[in-house]
């Protein structure tokens, strides 16, 4: 075993210019290091099984919640629960770095959100999806 670092860990673009570093790549446990360039976002999304910790290490990102706003400064880091609705963006004007702990490891356990599921709790439908009453009388 050797200190993992962004110099010596497996690196991948995603999005518009933003950099992830695969610090721990298990099946139960994934750290990855990332870096969002201002005015980017991922994807509107949520996960199956997997919980994530985001902590911010260098400048602000923002992190939407379920419908909620979270504006998390170096030094803070958030909880995502399984099947929470959730978007990262960067909306300073300065790279922002993160680290995301994923249990067990997120990769393939991601759908994609609508822009309207934050608000609605994981189990729930919305009034407009809920099942055809049976009219049949």
């Given at each position: 075993m050797h200190?993992?670092?962004?110099?010596?860990?497996?690196?991948?673009?995603?999005?518009?210019?933003?950099?992830?570093?695969?610090?721990?790549?298990?099946?139960?446990?994934?750290?990855?290091?990332?870096?969002?360039?201002?005015?980017?976002?991922?994807?509107?999304?949520?996960?199956?099984?997997?919980?994530q910790f985001f902590y911010v290490l260098a400048g602000e990102v923002t992190l939407e919640l379920e419908g909620e706003v979270h504006r998390l400064q170096r030094g803070e880091g958030l909880h995502v629960p399984p099947g929470a609705a959730h978007q990262v963006r960067n909306d300073?004007?300065?790279d922002v770095q993160f680290l995301v702990v994923s249990a067990p490891r997120s990769h393939g356990d991601r759908v994609a959100a609508s822009p309207h599921e934050g608000d609605i709790l994981p189990g729930?439908?919305?009034?407009?999806?809920?099942?055809?009453?049976?009219?049949?009388?």
């Open positions: 200190p993992a670092s962004t110099q010596n860990t497996e690196h991948y673009n995603w999005g518009a210019g933003c950099d992830g570093w695969h610090l721990l790549k298990g099946d139960d446990l994934s750290v990855i290091e990332e870096r969002m360039p201002p005015g980017t976002a991922e994807q509107r999304h949520r996960h199956a099984r997997s919980r300073s004007d300065a729930r439908r919305p009034p407009s999806l809920k099942p055809p009453q049976n009219d049949m009388k």
